[in-house]
T-cell receptor, first 113, second 109 residues
Framework: NAGVMQNPRHLVRRRGQEARLRCSPV?????VYWYRQLPEEGLKFMVY????????ESGMPKERFSAEFPKEGPSILRIQQVVRGDSAAYFC???????????FGQGTRLTVV | KNEVEQSPQNLTAQEGEFITINCSYS?????LHWLQQHPGGGIVSLFM???GKKKHGRLIATINIQEKHSSLHITASHPRDSAVYIC???????????FGTGTSLTVIP
């Protein structure tokens, strides 16, 4: 990995709380992708962002989920009013160009109790 | 039907064996990635391919664009190669990755 940092690595939330997952892309990368890996399932695309813009959010649930990638700072995936079904590993990846190699972070494992 | 199909789903090999994992896809792509995920761990990108063949140490990845097929080979397999190997394709619209369900490899000493 070339330095995609996700934090926290593990996050426990009670039902109804908010979860904020952060992704700092590789320095110089302006493209960020978020993916979700549900238990015993494969990775699924959620959202693709460039700096300050959401390009494709077709994989993101319409309610309770939002993502941003501000001009300064990390990309944030926000889940409001979490439910047990949100428990999963959330990965982000970054690239400097839409056709360039993507580098993945270590993931944030969200557990909703 | 998934956009990306991998085989086999599970693979057990003896140390030293030559291993092949296959990936077929049905969408137009700009690139194909082979990823490695250790249990409870993060994801490491092993290769990105848009044509031909790449080699890194004991790992070799090939892609046939016309047949929409890629293979990942591991020569002289070792227990530390035990992991889930995931094939991911980047659609040629650039917006999405599609992932295979992964091949769980166990290499026995």
């Amino acid at each position: 990995n070339a330095g995609v940092m996700q934090n926290p690595r593990h996050l426990v939330r009670r039902r109804g709380q908010e979860a904020r997952l952060r992704c700092s892309p590789v320095k110089g990368h302006s493209h960020v992708y978020w993916y979700r890996q549900l238990p015993e399932e494969g990775l699924k695309f959620m959202v693709y962002l460039q700096k300050e813009n959401i390009i494709d959010e077709s994989g993101m649930p319409k309610e309770r989920f939002s993502a941003e990638f501000p001009k300064e700072g990390p990309s944030i995936l926000r889940i409001q009013q979490v439910v047990r079904g949100d428990s999963a590993a959330y990965f982000c990846a970054s690239s400097w160009d839409m056709k360039a190699e993507a580098f993945f972070g270590q993931g944030t494992r969200l557990t909703v109790v | 039907k998934n956009e990306v199909e991998q085989s086999p789903q599970n693979l057990t090999a003896q140390e030293g064996e030559f291993i092949t994992i296959n990936c077929s896809y049905s969408v137009g792509i700009s690139a194909l990635h082979w990823l490695q995920q250790h249990p409870g761990g993060g994801i490491v990108s092993l290769f990105m391919l848009s044509s031909g063949k790449k080699k890194h140490g004991r790992l070799i990845a090939t892609i046939n664009i016309q047949e929409k097929h890629s293979s990942l080979h591991i020569t002289a397999s070792h227990p530390r190669d035990s992991a889930v190997y995931i094939c991911a394709v980047r659609s040629n619209t650039g917006n999405q990755f599609y992932f295979g369900t992964g091949t769980s490899l166990t290499v026995i000493p």
